[in-house]
Each structure stands twice: as structure tokens, then as C-alpha cells.
């Protein structure tokens, strides 16, 4: 059974940084499509940045570009996200998914099969 769990949320104020850790297990796959996503209240879940484990280029909304930094340690199944300058917009509950390569074509969340429990991230003003 395939599990992400993520940790790693927290509060801080705007201009701090966060990092988010998700780890992956039970995947049948040697490679994936994994990335973030995030979601406000009232509002539809945004996808924030993914990678293919397999190779190849990492996608960043163009909200977060410049700020936010994806890694990938494979030997672990454990996908980052290095939060800096974060924002009050940037405040939500993160959720870590992995999909299918067609995943990380389409970007959507529609196409990511597996979730992680969400970590809320708070960036006060």
C-alpha cells in the first residue's frame, strides 16, 4: 500500500522560511511524479511544484518560483520543499501526491493519485 507522510509545517512570519518533508513508501513504481500542493480555505488546491523521480526537469508555479526550492532524495523515497521568503498567500494546509508520469506533464491535481495527510503552514504579516 503505497503512503506519503508529511511533516514539516508550522507558523512563521512573513519573510521566514519553512521546509516540508514527504516521505514515500510501497511504491511498485521505480518512477514517479511527485510534488506539492497547497490549498486555502475557500479556494481550489494549487499545485505548488512536482518532479519525476525518474529524471528531468522540476515545475514551479510561478508564484513560488525564485522562493521555493524542490528536492528529491531518492535513496530515501523523501521529497523536499525548501520554503523561503514565504508570504501570508503562501499560507495553507501543503499536500505531498504522487501520480503517474502524466502527472508531471499536466501538473493538475486531478492526476495525482496518491495524498499524503496535509501539514498546515501559517505565514502571519
Known amino acids: 500500500q503505497v503512503q506519503l507522510v508529511e511533516s514539516g509545517g508550522g507558523s512563521v512570519q512573513a519573510g521566514g522560511s519553512l521546509r516540508l518533508s514527504c516521505a514515500a513508501s510501497?511504491?511498485?513504481?521505480?518512477?514517479?511524479?511527485m510534488g506539492w500542493f497547497r490549498q486555502a480555505p475557500g479556494t481550489e488546491r494549487e499545485g505548488v511544484a512536482d518532479?519525476?523521480?525518474?529524471?528531468?526537469?522540476?515545475y514551479y508555479a510561478d508564484s513560488v518560483k525564485g522562493r521555493f526550492t524542490l528536492s528529491l532524495d531518492n535513496a530515501k523515497n523523501t521529497l523536499f520543499l525548501q520554503m523561503n521568503s514565504l508570504k501570508p498567500e503562501d499560507t495553507g494546509i501543503y499536500y505531498c501526491?504522487?501520480?503517474?508520469?502524466?502527472?508531471?506533464?499536466?501538473?493538475?491535481?486531478?492526476?495525482?493519485?496518491?495524498w499524503g495527510q496535509g501539514t498546515q503552514v501559517t505565514v502571519s504579516s
Open positions: 501526491a504522487a501520480g503517474n508520469t502524466y502527472a508531471c506533464y499536466s501538473h493538475s491535481w486531478r492526476n495525482f493519485g496518491v
Open positions: 510501497g511504491y511498485t513504481y521505480n518512477s514517479y511524479c
Open positions: 518532479v519525476y523521480t525518474g529524471g528531468g526537469s522540476t
